[in-house]
T-cell receptor
Framework: AQKVTQAQTEISVVEKEDVTLDCVYE???????LFWYKQPPSGELVFLIR??????QNEISGRYSWNFQKSTSSFNFTITASQVVDSAVYFCALIRTQGGSEKLVFGKGTKLTVNP | ETGVTQTPRHLVMGMTNKKSLKCEQHLGHNAMYWYKQSAKKPLELMFVYNFKEQTENNSVPSRFSPECPNSSHLFLHLHTLQPEDSALYLC????????????FGPGTRLTVT
C-alpha cells in the first residue's frame, strides 16, 4: 500500500525563521514521483515541485529547498527566511508510475503559520 | 479567464436538495478530476475523466454524479447528501492522465445542513 505521512499537523514560526516540513512515504514501487503542493487560504493547490524516484539530488528554488532521501523514504521541504506569505497548508504527495491504476496519494498536510 | 475555475465558491444545501458544482478549465487539457478535501483528512480522489470518458470512480457514493460534456467542463451533481459530505471539493485538470501536472481550481466549499 502507498501512504504519505506528514507528522506535523501545524507549525508556527516567526518571520525570517527557517522551517522544515517533514514528509515520509511508503511504497513498494521502485518508480514513483513525489510532490509538494501549497494550499493558501484561497483554496487552490499550487504545485511546487515534482521529484522522480531515480533522482535523489536535492533541489533549491529561491528560499525553498527539498531533501529527498530514499534510504529513509523522506522528502522534506525547507523554507529559508520564512515570510508571512508562506502561511499555507503544505501537502506532500506520491504517485506510482508502474502497473495498475495511477493515483495521487496525499498526506494530511502541514499548516504553516508565519507570524510577523 | 485563465487556469481552472470553479463555481460556486460556496454552497449551503439541505439534505433533500439537488445542486451541481461546475468546473471549467482554460488550459487546453483533456483530463479532469474531482477531489474531496475534508477537515483533518488527506485529499481524496473521487473521479477522473480523460477525453470525456470516466476512467476512475474511486468508490464514490451514488449521491455524487459526475458529468463531463467536453474536455473543458466538468460537473458534479449532488443529491440527497449527508452532513458528512460537507467538504471542500476541488477540481483539477491535466494534459492527458498525467497526474504530476495537475492544475487545481480554488474549490467549492460545500456545507450540507
Amino acid at each position: 500500500a502507498q501512504k504519505v505521512t506528514q507528522a506535523q499537523t501545524e507549525i508556527s514560526v516567526v518571520e525570517k525563521e527557517d522551517v522544515t516540513l517533514d514528509c515520509v512515504y511508503e511504497t513498494r514501487d521502485t518508480t514513483y514521483y513525489l510532490f509538494w503542493y501549497k494550499q493558501p487560504p484561497s483554496g487552490e493547490l499550487v504545485f511546487l515541485i515534482r521529484r522522480n524516484s531515480f533522482d535523489e539530488q536535492n533541489e533549491i528554488s529561491g528560499r525553498y529547498s527539498w531533501n529527498f532521501q530514499k534510504s529513509t523514504s523522506s522528502f522534506n521541504f525547507t523554507i529559508t527566511a520564512s515570510q508571512v506569505v508562506d502561511s499555507a497548508v503544505y501537502f506532500c504527495a506520491l504517485i506510482r508510475t508502474q502497473g495498475g491504476s495511477e493515483k495521487l496519494v496525499f498526506g494530511k498536510g502541514t499548516k504553516l503559520t508565519v507570524n510577523p | 479567464e485563465t487556469g481552472v475555475t470553479q463555481t460556486p465558491r460556496h454552497l449551503v444545501m439541505g439534505m433533500t436538495n439537488k445542486k451541481s458544482l461546475k468546473c471549467e478549465q482554460h488550459l487546453g487539457h483533456n483530463a479532469m478530476y474531482w477531489y474531496k478535501q475534508s477537515a483533518k483528512k488527506p485529499l481524496e480522489l473521487m473521479f477522473v475523466y480523460n477525453f470525456k470518458e470516466q476512467t476512475e470512480n474511486n468508490s464514490v457514493p451514488s449521491r455524487f454524479s459526475p458529468e463531463c460534456p467536453n474536455s473543458s467542463h466538468l460537473f458534479l451533481h449532488l443529491h440527497t447528501l449527508q452532513p458528512e459530505d460537507s467538504a471542500l471539493y476541488l477540481c483539477a485538470s491535466s494534459q492527458g492522465e498525467r497526474f504530476y501536472e495537475q492544475y487545481f481550481g480554488p474549490g467549492t466549499r460545500l456545507t450540507v445542513t
